[in-house]
Nanobody
């Protein structure tokens, strides 16, 4: 079984900072990409930031210059440092990973899998 465990959400005043962390565990052969998405009430889930297997990063225009994604390939973790938070950043933040996993016992096969974390709530008050 493969899972993502998130931590670090909470409540902060506008202008403050929070750091989200996500760790992948299980029968992982390789994590190809990791990222963060968010979903605000009444809105669709959207990409916030992603770190691909090639090491490139993508950010939503709304968070560029304020958020920084960092990934530790050895530990299969990804963090999201969020600075200068705004009320419109309020949402449930989800960790996402695209990975290759070992499927089966000793005679395992490799297959691709996309996994989501359980979500962590970030609330920014004005």
């Amino acid at each position: 079984q493969v899972q993502l465990v998130e931590s670090g959400g909470g409540m902060v005043q506008a202008g403050g900072s929070l750091r989200l962390s996500c760790a992948a565990s299980g029968s992982i052969f390789r994590v190809n990409a990791m990222g963060w998405y968010r979903q605000a009430p009444g809105k669709q889930r959207e990409l916030v930031a992603a770190d691909t297997s090639g090491g490139s990063t993508n950010y939503a225009d709304s968070v560029k210059g304020r958020f920084t994604i960092s990934r530790d390939n050895a530990k299969n973790t990804v963090d999201l440092q969020m600075n200068s938070l705004k009320p419109e950043d309020t949402a449930v933040y989800y960790c996402n990973a695209q990975m290759t996993i070992r499927d089966g016992g000793p005679w395992y096969t490799l297959r691709s899998l996309e996994v989501w974390g359980q979500g962590t709530l970030v609330t920014v008050s004005s």
